[in-house]
């Protein structure tokens, strides 16, 4: 798989940005231990958290137009 560069690029910058929401969101607005309790399981919080990030990420990469 010949990987594209402009697509590389706008998912990248994706990664970066969404993650960065993601963070503020879970340690400043959710509160990390809210969430492990919620879920029951420290694994279970870490696994959706990478889920959702790496998935949106994958698709702005499958699906972004190159010229």
Same mark, same amino acid.
């Given at each position: 798989?010949?990987?594209?560069?402009?697509?590389?690029?706008?998912? %990248?910058?994706?990664? +970066?940005?969404?993650?960065? &929401?993601?963070?503020?969101?879970?340690?400043? $607005?959710?509160? =990390?231990?809210?969430?492990?309790?919620?879920?029951?399981?420290? %694994?279970?919080?870490? +696994?959706?958290?990478?889920? &959702?990030?790496?998935?949106?990420?994958?698709? $702005?990469?499958? =699906?972004?137009?190159?010229?």
């Amino acid at each position: 798989m010949k990987l594209k560069k402009r697509k590389v690029k706008y998912a %990248a910058i994706f990664f +970066i940005c969404w993650f960065a &929401l993601l963070t503020i969101l879970v340690d400043g $607005v959710l509160k =990390f231990q809210t969430l492990v309790d919620y879920f029951g399981s420290y %694994a279970w919080v870490e +696994i959706v958290l990478l889920l &959702l990030v790496i998935l949106p990420t994958c698709a $702005v990469y499958r =699906f972004t137009k190159e010229k």
